[in-house]
């Protein structure tokens, strides 16, 4: 008989992802929507069509319809990938984000313990959570939030990851993943921003791309690779945390220099702070806008995942290189097409 999944989340990167992969498994997969959701990927328009994956419209602030898409899939696993998950809105929106991504948890788990005891949960933490924490960060590391969004995360991961299960023995896992990427990563998140933003500059339909802190670091692996590791969490005998890293961390100006070098555009940087500009061609093509900074900056985040690596057998496929050409070639098809 198939195992169910239900996901949270669906439409998003990482959801889009996961179903896919959970296909291939042999699962029955099912997708809590949200009405409001805007830009859902067209691959699970397209598995909806071909009625792979089942759509249960709702979201994670109304009880009646969390209990109704676990009345409806009854599933086996669940994977709670919603969440606003924008840090930088985060600071704009602080009730919206701990509603979501606080509550919204426990509005779920709370329900699916009282259809399903035996569920076993995986919940999308971050290493956000990290903050200031020097790097390396493990799952032995201590957390420093900075945001409301990894504030909420942290009390979510506290209060019914760990809270559940060590006093309810409820099987739920947290993955504590560092930043993934993809082309089906949002447009207002600075990898996608600068891929695509690039490609329209290569194209003369943009002339100028601004952007925040360029020396923030951070650890950015390939999404596709990262939700593997989220089954593999739940098909173990016991449950517990991974934090699922790459291992090496790169600057955003780093991000920068690769897109360009894929799009044979190379970047000259002069000056420093918020002075500094890139220029290629003798133009400014990348200006540095304060606007972007957050009001409590995250500079360096590196993972350490060796327990992913032994318990799970985890390890991500894709290098930061190929990810960054892989993301710059489909947004040049993508302005391509739409010039």
């Given at each position: 008989?198939?195992?169910?999944?239900?996901?949270?989340?669906?439409?998003?990167?990482?959801?889009?992802?996961?179903?896919?992969?959970?296909?291939?498994?042999?699962?029955?997969?099912?997708?809590?929507?949200?009405?409001?959701?805007?830009?859902?990927?067209?691959?699970?328009?397209?598995?909806?069509?071909?009625?792979?994956?089942?759509?249960?419209?709702?979201?994670?602030?109304?009880?009646?319809?969390?209990?109704?898409?676990?009345?409806?899939?009854?599933?086996?696993?669940?994977?709670?990938?919603?969440?606003?998950?924008?840090?930088?809105?985060?600071?704009?929106?602080?009730?919206?984000?701990?509603?979501?991504?606080?509550?919204?948890?426990?509005?779920?788990?709370?329900?699916?313990?009282?259809?399903?005891?035996?569920?076993?949960?995986?919940?999308?933490?971050?290493?956000?959570?990290?903050?200031?924490?020097?790097?390396?960060?493990?799952?032995?590391?201590?957390?420093?939030?900075?945001?409301?969004?990894?504030?909420?995360?942290?009390?979510?991961?506290?209060?019914?990851?760990?809270?559940?299960?060590?006093?309810?023995?409820?099987?739920?896992?947290?993955?504590?993943?560092?930043?993934?990427?993809?082309?089906?990563?949002?447009?207002?998140?600075?990898?996608?921003?600068?891929?695509?933003?690039l490609a329209k500059i290569k194209l003369g339909l943009q002339s100028c791309l601004e952007l925040g802190n360029?020396?923030?670091?951070?650890?950015?692996?390939?999404?596709?690779?990262?939700?593997?590791?989220?089954?593999?969490?739940?098909?173990?005998?016991?449950?517990?945390?991974?934090?699922?890293?790459?291992?090496?961390?790169?600057?955003?100006?780093?991000?920068?220099?690769?897109?360009?070098?894929?799009?044979?555009?190379?970047?000259?940087?002069?000056?420093?702070?918020?002075?500094?500009?890139?220029?290629?061609?003798?133009?400014?093509?990348?200006?540095?806008?304060?606007?972007?900074?957050?009001?409590?900056?995250?500079?360096?985040?590196?993972?350490?995942?060796?327990?992913?690596?032994?318990?799970?057998?985890?390890?991500?496929k894709v290098c930061f290189s190929d990810l960054v050409k892989m993301m710059v070639e489909y947004d040049l098809?993508?302005?391509?097409?739409?010039?």
């Amino acid at each position: 008989m198939a195992k169910r999944a239900l996901i949270t989340g669906i439409t998003g990167q990482d959801g889009s992802y996961l179903a896919e992969f959970l296909l291939t498994k042999g699962y029955e997969v099912y997708g809590l929507l949200r009405r409001s959701s805007t830009d859902p990927m067209l691959r699970i328009e397209d598995l909806v069509l071909a009625k792979r994956i089942k759509l249960i419209n709702g979201d994670l602030r109304d009880i009646a319809a969390i209990e109704r898409a676990l009345t409806a899939a009854q599933p086996d696993e669940i994977y709670n990938l919603a969440a606003q998950s924008d840090v930088g809105i985060s600071f704009r929106c602080p009730e919206e984000t701990w509603e979501i991504n606080y509550h919204g948890l426990g509005r779920l788990v709370i329900a699916a313990t009282e259809i399903n005891p035996d569920v076993r949960i995986y919940q999308a933490s971050t290493s956000e959570m990290f903050g200031s924490t020097p790097p390396p960060q493990n799952e032995d590391s201590p957390f420093a939030p900075v945001s409301p969004y990894a504030k909420a995360k942290l009390k979510a991961h506290q209060n019914y990851v760990m809270g559940y299960r060590e006093r309810h023995n409820l099987f739920i896992c947290s993955g504590i993943l560092f930043n993934h990427e993809s082309p089906r990563r949002g447009k207002h998140f600075v990898t996608r921003k600068i891929t695509y933003s690039l490609a329209k500059i290569k194209l003369g339909l943009q002339s100028c791309l601004e952007l925040g802190n360029l020396d923030a670091k951070r650890d950015w692996g390939f999404a596709g690779d990262y939700v593997e590791a989220m089954w593999l969490m739940l098909q173990q005998p016991k449950a517990g945390d991974f934090v699922i890293a790459t291992g090496e961390s790169y600057s955003v100006r780093d991000f920068l220099d690769g897109a360009a070098y894929y799009l044979n555009m190379r970047i000259e940087w002069e000056g420093e702070g918020l002075d500094c500009v890139g220029r290629c061609s003798g133009k400014v093509i990348v200006r540095v806008n304060p606007e972007y900074y957050r009001p409590s900056e995250v500079n360096y985040l590196l993972g350490d995942s060796r327990k992913a690596r032994i318990t799970l057998g985890w390890k991500p496929k894709v290098c930061f290189s190929d990810l960054v050409k892989m993301m710059v070639e489909y947004d040049l098809k993508l302005v391509q097409a739409k010039k």
